[in-house]
Nanobody, 128 residues
Framework: VQLQAFGGGLVQTGGCLRLSCAASGRTFSRYTVGWFRQVPGTEREFIASIGRSGRTTVVTDSVKGRFTITRDNTKNTVYLQMNTLRPEDTAVYYC??????????????????????WGQGTQVTVSS
């Protein structure tokens, strides 16, 4: 399964964007998918993850209430709806799938180690 993130861009503070993570392959629905972001010179930061069925989601506190993760397995796509964007949300956003076909527990889904098939990333820039 290969993943590709897209949908980033330049928005003003308070604006919104919807990122998409499109997957190739017929087994996409068997994997947890996570969104991470990274600012140059810093470590990759966990943003959100979604379980295989879409019923289980984990969202980091810094974006809770503003970002929503969903998935459509019929379209092999995971979405990250980002509302009320802030300048500190500026980063390259990546999606990835779990290394194994499983639902990652709440402790493991936060860690980039448990993911692979990282896409190229999409730049999100929020202007003040």
């Amino acid at each position: 399964v290969q993943l590709q993130a897209f949908g980033g861009g330049l928005v003003q503070t308070g604006g919104c964007l919807r990122l998409s993570c499109a997957a190739s392959g017929r087994t996409f629905s068997r994997y947890t998918v996570g969104w991470f972001r990274q600012v140059p010179g810093t470590e990759r930061e966990f943003i959100a993850s979604i379980g295989r069925s879409g019923r289980t989601t984990v969202v980091t506190d810094s974006v809770k209430g503003r970002f929503t993760i969903t998935r459509d397995n019929t379209k092999n796509t995971v979405y990250l709806q980002m509302n009320t964007l802030r300048p500190e949300d500026t980063a390259v956003y990546y999606c990835a799938k779990s290394r194994r076909p499983r639902d990652l527990g709440s402790d493991y889904c936060l860690l980039s180690y448990y993911y692979d098939s990282w896409g190229q990333g999409t730049q999100v820039t929020v202007s003040s």
